[in-house]
């Protein structure tokens, strides 16, 4: 999972932003909500795990099969689970809360049951890799930012391990199968002309892994999302 997450009220992108680097989403419940102004943003997530991911990071301790926080860090982001150790997600409250119907997730493939379950109860807007191999990344990202909607800030998550691990090597949990680097641009290229985009995270880089070719593709989504255009 990829993070870095950067938010302001502003659209000044570069001027304002707060910056916050950590390992993996949970950083998304520090970055996400806790330093927001009280406005209703958006939060986009692509495949395993990101917002984009290849993972939703959506169980509930009740749902997880492995009990590993981890996989946790949207749930208690939305208010699906909660937690009252503030050493854990004890400090989200329900003012640090995003409303399920302003996530989308793009770039799923590796989900849990408890977790498809939670996303057709609570009606998650999600778009797994079967959907941009039968209708294209950009018949997919069309849906998703009309979903979001054109007065909605958006913070755009995205995590490494949404590309497919023969372009990312360096991060823990590649799954065969994701976005192509083009693909991965495009999603940022894509926020980043709405021009309602206030905040980017980019998690799930490991070093210890691979840091050279891993890097690159990490910053060219990040400078994609600031607005780093082809021509």
């Known amino acids: 999972m990829c993070i870095v997450l950067l938010w302001t009220g502003s659209k000044k992108r570069e001027e304002t932003m707060p910056k916050i680097k950590q390992g993996d989403r949970t950083a998304i419940t520090k970055t996400g909500r806790k330093e927001l102004p009280r406005q209703e943003p958006a939060l986009t997530i692509f495949s395993s795990s990101s917002i984009v991911d290849a993972h939703t990071d959506i169980n509930t301790p009740e749902t997880s099969d492995s009990g590993n926080i981890h996989g946790m860090p949207v749930a208690f982001l939305t208010g699906l689970a909660k937690e009252s150790r503030p050493d854990i997600f004890g400090w989200l409250t329900s003012q640090h809360t995003l409303n399920t119907s302003?996530?989308?997730?793009?770039?799923?493939?590796?989900?849990?049951?408890?977790?498809?379950?939670?996303?057709?109860?609570?009606?998650?807007?999600?778009?797994?890799?079967?959907?941009?191999?039968?209708?294209?990344?950009?018949?997919?990202?069309?849906?998703?930012?009309?979903?979001?909607?054109?007065?909605?800030?958006?913070?755009?998550?995205?995590?490494?391990?949404?590309?497919?691990?023969?372009?990312?090597?360096?991060?823990?949990?590649?799954?065969?199968?994701?976005?192509?680097?083009?693909?991965?641009?495009?999603?940022?290229?894509?926020?980043?002309e709405t021009g309602q985009c206030v905040a980017v995270d980019l998690v799930e880089i490991n070093p210890h892994i691979e840091e050279v070719e891993t890097v690159r593709v990490g910053c060219s989504i990040v400078r994609c999302a600031l607005g780093e255009t082809l021509l």
């Open 102 to 192: 302003k996530l989308v997730y793009i770039g799923l493939r590796s989900v849990d049951p408890g977790e498809k379950a939670l996303l057709r109860k609570h009606s998650i807007r999600a778009y797994s890799m079967h959907d941009i191999d039968r209708h294209g990344i950009g018949h997919v990202m069309s849906e998703a930012l009309k979903y979001l909607g054109e007065d909605t800030p958006i913070h755009l998550s995205f995590d490494v391990d949404a590309i497919d691990p023969s372009y990312v090597v360096g991060t823990g949990t590649p799954v065969r199968g994701g976005l192509t680097l083009r693909e991965g641009d495009f999603i940022a290229e894509c926020v980043a």
